[in-house]
DNA sequence: CCATGTGAACTCGTTCACAGCG
DNA sequence: CGCTGTGAACGAGTTCACATGG
């Protein structure tokens, strides 16, 4: 990217921010959770509070996708279910395919917020050949042989890898082969993907390792303890600090 | 985390940006690997390349733990690993309790990077009275009402929560009470915590959501694709696009 | 009036490009 | 001469604060 200088080219116009992108979820669940309470309509205030964010970001953020709210009102909560779950591209449904059926894989495959948002377990795939047939969350585990075949019949274009790290590479380049282009990796591994696939990655340790830094630092700082234990508290600060360590965004798991 | 206004006042001069801290483990994970293979030194160049960053990035990261290379040679392998553990706080072993052992705890239980980087399962622990005394991961499962007591006796700051989406609050004050200060949430909640208690969020559904906003995109650019393909491609793009956890999008990379 | 929507200020993070040291 | 280390330019993301419109 990026090349040398004014890339981005195009900025297609509708150029929402990936960081905007990454809290579109976290503001989907607020909502459906509001909406199963019948609630008709919200602040950004009080969706700020519920999705863990401040309300100045919550709206910069909807900014981005319209002007959905009313002013002096809120938001009409079944209308922004609407409107969020369609720029996340979840009013139509993602087939996905899971490989590697160990303790993460069927956890995967049980996750129940997976179907319940457009997403669909196509297949559990796992290299074992003792494990082909056998049932995990209701679907039957296949064998990796059928990876290709199954990703080209059922137009699968996106997959979990939670095999363990020594497979993670070999996998992937077959899944992007068969025509996957968005990838989920929980193996504790750097992917090779080739231009135009995405990949995410969630790993337990990088996670473990980073709340081991602030938590070394919390007992660093109890010694230096300027006199002044810093009260600060500051403003408001009724509960929820950070929540999202928005730093980054990705998570974490294990292989 | 933190602030309200100007705080983090003194700037305890050594102040390490979020952003790199997140990345330290990513170097780390690098460097061990080479550090197995007795590889006595690395350039920027390559470090990145097998962390999945670009060299200015990692010097500049570096930079803030201070000056460990040597200028036109690059950076002691085995010298690099202790800083970064040392900055981490991996040099010293780090309790951790798993709440929720259903299949996602028992794979976090299972979890191999886990004990390997300073991390140590202190405890599993579980609702439900009939996992009691089971072994999981070759470590009895106990009842959460020893939760208190494990944490206080061995000196837990690390709880990690892997129970459903409706437990994960009343867990989280329990674990807050008991003295644990760190969180890693696997739960598709909002925590709610005092100041000073880190948390770290998980969210599988989350990231399947980035991955169709993007996938969606890219369905739809082929539609409207500018007669100009971009081609872009421009300099350096052997393999391997984004990868990142943070806001994802393409990041060079190089090898 | 009230809460949205947004320009503008600010902060954080990334990239550039090169000085400087081994 | 090669590669690190870093100041300075740039860009992304966040917060402020207020004009705007229901």
Redesign the pocket.
């Known amino acids: 990217?990026?090349?040398?200088?004014?890339?981005?080219p195009a900025t297609r116009s509708r150029g929402i921010?990936?960081?905007?992108v990454a809290?579109l979820p976290l503001y989907l669940r607020a909502l459906t959770a509001l909406s199963e309470r019948s609630v008709p309509t919200?602040?950004?205030?009080?969706?700020a509070a519920a999705a863990g964010?401040?309300?100045?970001?919550l709206?910069?953020?909807?900014?981005y996708l319209?002007?959905?709210?009313?002013?002096?009102?809120?938001?009409d909560v079944e209308y922004l279910v609407y409107q969020i779950s369609r720029e996340l591209g979840l009013t139509q449904d993602w087939p996905v395919v899971i490989v590697g059926i160990g303790n993460l894989g069927a956890a995967l495959a049980n996750y129940g917020g997976f179907a319940s948002r457009g997403f669909r377990v196509a297949a559990l795939i796992d290299a074992d050949a003792g494990m082909a047939g056998k049932p995990v969350a209701g679907i039957p585990v296949q064998h990796t042989d059928e990876l290709e075949k199954i990703i080209q019949d059922d137009g699968v274009s996106i997959g979990v890898i939670a095999t363990p790290a020594g497979a993670a590479q070999q996998v992937c380049d077959r899944l992007v082969a068969a025509g996957v282009t968005s990838i989920l990796n929980f193996a504790p591994t750097v992917l090779n993907v080739p231009e135009g696939v995405d990949v995410r990655k969630v790993d337990l340790s990088i996670e473990l390792q980073i709340l081991a830094f602030h938590e070394q630092r919390k007992a660093g700082e109890e010694a230096a303890a300027d006199t002044v234990v810093p009260p600060v508290a500051a403003r408001k600060q009724p509960h929820s600090i950070d929540q999202g360590p928005?730093?980054d965004v990705p998570a974490v798991m294990q292989a």
């Open positions: 990217m990026a090349t040398g200088r004014t890339h981005r921010p990936e960081a905007t809290r919200v602040s950004s205030e009080e969706l964010v401040n309300s100045a970001k709206r910069k953020d909807f900014s319209g002007s959905y709210g009313t002013r002096g009102v809120g938001y928005d730093g």
